[in-house]
């Protein structure tokens, strides 16, 4: 089956700036997953999609960060705007129920 | 305060040595641990799961409670391992959100 697909791999943009990444999961996947590295840091957990609705959006660091899932398919996060400090490796997941969280490439973000 | 801590952010080693990625965690109650592995530019994938003992690529990992680690190895590695590896564990509370340690690049030269 098709894995979890994030575009772009790679965004560069200026502080102040928009970015908006975008998540495929997998085909019939409920769950969608946002998760975050920071440079040598550990791997974050940002929000929790079921379906179209927030189950958990503790993890986001602000309000410059908005995610979204409209129809349950796809999902958009959107950082607005950018600071230095927001630069990393964005990862989206999926599952399916409970079961084992699926992972994307992530999209590297660099915010100068 | 749940955490997981892989200690090496790099380990370097020669094609057919012995590998041990560290991890150790801290859990109320009986955790289950996950190994994720990133390739370059490839998806981070699920490399093996502890409740299902099985040898994922030649890795294996066991879980010891009494040391509260969950170390990943390998006794040959081969170049093709090189990659980021990750331990991670799923949070007590927040619907299946994992906990991840920062990550051990693994270095294999021929």
């Known amino acids: 089956e098709a894995g979890v697909t994030q575009f772009p791999s790679h965004s560069v943009i200026e502080k102040g700036q928009t970015v908006t990444l975008r998540c495929d999961p997998i085909?019939?996947?409920?769950?969608l997953y946002w998760y975050r590295r920071v440079m040598g840091k550990e791997i974050k957990f940002l929000l929790h999609?079921?379906?179209?609705?927030?189950?958990?959006e503790s993890g986001m660091p602000n309000n410059r960060f908005l995610a979204e899932r409209t129809g349950g398919t796809y999902s958009t996060l959107k950082v607005q705007p950018a600071e230095l400090e927001d630069s990393g490796v964005y990862f989206c997941?999926?599952?399916?129920?409970?079961?084992?969280?699926?992972f994307g490439a992530g999209t590297r973000l660099s915010v100068l | 305060a749940q955490r997981v801590t892989q200690p090496e952010k790099l380990l370097s080693v020669f094609k057919g040595a012995p590998v041990e990625l560290k991890c150790n965690y801290s859990?109320?109650?009986?955790?289950?641990l996950f190994w994720y592995v990133q390739y370059s530019r490839q998806r981070l994938q699920l490399l093996l799961r502890?409740?299902s003992r099985e040898s994922i690529k030649g890795f294996t990992a066991d879980l010891n409670k009494g040391e509260t680690s969950f170390h990943l190895k390998k006794p040959f590695a081969q170049e093709e391992d090189s990659a980021m590896y990750y331990c991670?564990?799923?949070?007590?509370?927040?619907?299946?959100?994992?906990?991840f340690g920062a990550g051990t690049r693994l270095a294999v030269h021929p």
């Open positions: 997941a999926s599952s399916r129920g409970s079961n084992i969280q699926y």
């Open positions: 085909s019939g996947h409920d769950n």
């Open positions: 999609f079921v379906k179209e609705s927030k189950q958990d």
């Open positions: 859990y109320s109650g009986s955790p289950e």
């Open positions: 502890h409740i």
């Open positions: 991670a564990l799923p949070a007590l509370s927040g619907y299946n959100k994992l906990i």
